[in-house]
């Protein structure tokens, strides 16, 4: 496959991408504790509203500072872009903000994981890639089996980790879908351009399914929810852009296999700012047991190369 195979090139950028997106976990926690201790009661909408606030400023702002966003977007497939819009941030985001509010942050942290799984699953049918090997498929199982003691026994503060487990395993199925689809985009746009796009549109449609939380807005927009909004906008631009332009530049499978970095900062940091959040036997043994399979999944696609 194209693009650089060499670790210290690929290292960076990826470890950058999973702290941002990490930091993530443990700040979506926090904004729901302030409207927990507020004495909001919150519903469906209400995490939609919020998620599409985030998104669509993202967006906006990805859009603004992107070279020459308009003439790419309009020369690029709309049914592609629109595919990655309604994958990587729509569809993605509709389920991750659910999974974050029912199950702990260590958890949905850890469970970002499976994002890789997905990949070796829907690569072959979505993208042309090789099917599994035999060792990949132990991989998975061993994977699998990890996320399965971790959401067992997670530790306390986990909430309910069955449904963020399930919620959390189908959103990264789909943001697997959209790092396909912008593949597919092709180099007549840039990484920017793509991901305001995608952030925008995604956020806005995220935007109408919250709409009756649009009255609560004040309620929900303290000052402190404010300032960690700003922050996860930065997030999003950034690590996605960061995380679409690596994918120029470096092998998409060979990204994957780096995605490990992705849970491991999310669990971590949940653990260290998150007050109330411990590591159960379940969670540990679990992690050791996710990451083991993604590096065996890299491996096995190395020398598949």
Request: hydrophobic share 50%.
């Amino acid at each position: 496959m194209e693009g650089d195979h060499r670790w210290f090139k690929v290292l960076p950028g990826m470890l950058l991408c999973a702290l941002l997106w990490g930091s993530a976990f443990p700040s979506l926690k926090t904004v729901y504790g302030i409207w927990e201790s507020d004495g909001l009661e919150l519903g469906l909408a209400d995490y939609w509203w919020f998620a599409g606030v985030r998104f669509t400023i993202a967006g906006i702002v990805l859009l603004l500072i992107a070279r020459n966003p308009w003439p790419e977007i309009r020369q690029s497939s709309k049914r592609r872009l629109l595919g990655l819009s309604l994958t990587q941030t729509f569809g993605q985001y509709l389920l991750f903000y659910l999974a974050v509010a029912v199950a702990s942050g260590s958890l949905t942290g850890l469970l970002a994981s499976s994002g890789s799984f997905w990949w070796v699953l829907l690569a072959p049918l979505l993208a042309g890639a090789p099917k599994p090997s035999r060792s990949q498929w132990f991989a998975l199982l061993l994977g699998g089996f990890g996320i399965t003691l971790a959401t067992a026994a997670p530790g306390a503060g986990a909430g309910r980790p069955l449904l963020g487990a399930l919620l959390m395993i189908g959103a990264t199925g789909l943001g697997a879908v959209g790092v396909i689809e912008f593949g597919k985009l092709g180099r007549g746009i840039g990484a920017r351009a793509a991901t305001g796009f995608s952030l925008s549109t995604g956020g806005l449609l995220l935007l109408l399914c919250g709409a009756s939380s649009f009255p609560r807005a004040a309620e929900l927009m303290s000052p402190p929810v404010i300032l960690i909004t700003c922050w996860l906008c930065i997030v999003s631009a950034a690590a996605f852009a960061l995380w679409n332009f690596l994918s120029t530049k470096h092998p998409v499978p060979l990204l994957a296999g780096y995605r490990f970095l992705i849970p491991l900062c999310g669990m971590t940091e949940s653990l260290i700012f998150l007050e109330g959040e411990t590591a159960g036997w379940g969670l540990i043994s679990g992690a050791v047991l996710v990451v083991v399979s993604l590096v065996m999944m890299q491996r096995a696609k190395s020398r598949g190369r």
